[in-house]
């Protein structure tokens, strides 16, 4: 299969879905001028505007019960016996519990308490950052820069990021490319825009476009791609449209196809033989086609025998 207009025009020749239709327009249209449902970027890369509200009033957690609260000396003791608990049980639902609760507190106490613990608990510490980062972004974010380089730096500020992202993407996004030029900076950005993703995905895409390149870019493309297509699969498709051919067009392809088989698994299977990789666009192929035939086989089975894929390829896949 080849990437083109005639290609997809046959592919989408069975579809009868009207939102078929208007994908195989969009994106078997040549390449001309972008849609104006996506306005064009402006000369320099720019955030999203910041939110009226100041940083230090993100959205708070309900307080919780006041029995809950206790002096840090009582949740250290709950913390060590919780441990010894965890050990006995393999159960760290406690000991997250008490962290939670000595979190809404006094988080640096909690923080600095598991910091020292004699074993590793990373996935504490994360998740504990990530809800201290829901309640006061800015003190978790000061926090976090003072920890050492090491393994859980590594994990745990491209995790305090996406929490923050969740309610407050630009500012999440600045703070990430404050960092200093490193792997954890790359993954902090890439977690920043993922979450933005999930709010307005058109906007991290003509952001990505402007200000990243290379792997980052495509992570972050493929993220928003797939959170743009559970909402307006159309949209996607006229944005793929003014994409330049290249291999950051066959990732968010590729992403795509796969977002969309299980409810038009047609297009899916158009969009995966229009991939230029022949590796991607083989294994593409091959997974849209496997789904495709476990969820409707005798649709599956006519779209791919009037397929122009090679007939060794179909007569495989329908073995």
Not at 276 to 281: C, M, Q, S, V
């Amino acid at each position: 299969m080849h990437r083109g207009r005639s290609s997809l025009k046959g592919w989408l020749a069975g579809a009868a879905a009207a939102l078929g239709l208007a994908i195989a327009l969009y994106i078997g249209a040549g390449r001309t001028p972008p849609p104006a449902a996506i306005a064009p970027p402006s000369s320099a890369a720019s955030l999203p505007e910041r939110t009226t509200a100041p940083l230090a009033s993100a959205p708070a957690r309900a307080p919780l019960p006041e029995s809950h609260y206790r002096p840090a000396g009582d949740f250290a003791a709950a913390m060590q016996a919780a441990i010894q608990s965890e050990e006995e049980r393999n159960d760290d639902r406690e000991l997250f519990a008490i962290g939670y609760r000595w979190i809404a507190t006094a988080p640096e106490a909690a923080l600095d308490f598991v910091l020292n613990l004699p074993d590793d608990h990373t996935s504490l510490l994360v998740a504990l950052v990530d809800e201290w980062t829901r309640r006061d972004p800015v003190s978790a974010a000061q926090w976090i820069t003072r920890l050492p380089d090491g393994t859980r730096r590594t994990r745990v500020l491209p995790s305090m990021v996406a929490a923050w992202a969740e309610s407050a993407p630009a500012d999440a996004l600045r703070f990430a490319t404050s960092l200093p030029f490193d792997e954890v900076r790359k993954s902090a950005i890439v977690s920043a825009a993922s979450g933005w993703a999930q709010q307005d995905p058109p906007a991290v895409l003509a952001w990505s476009r402007q200000a990243l390149q290379g792997a980052e870019q495509e992570q972050v493309n493929t993220q928003a791609v797939f959170a743009w297509s559970q909402h307006d699969a159309v949209a996607v498709a006229e944005w793929l449209r003014q994409m330049p051919a290249g291999p950051a067009w066959d990732s968010v392809t590729n992403v795509l196809a796969g977002a969309l088989v299980d409810r038009y698994p047609a297009l899916a299977l158009s969009l995966a033989g229009n991939i230029a990789d022949p590796k991607l666009r083989d294994e593409r192929i091959e997974n849209v086609a496997r789904r495709w035939l476990a969820s409707d086989r005798a649709a599956a089975e006519e779209a791919l025998i009037r397929s122009d894929l090679p007939v060794e390829a179909v007569s495989r896949l329908l073995r």
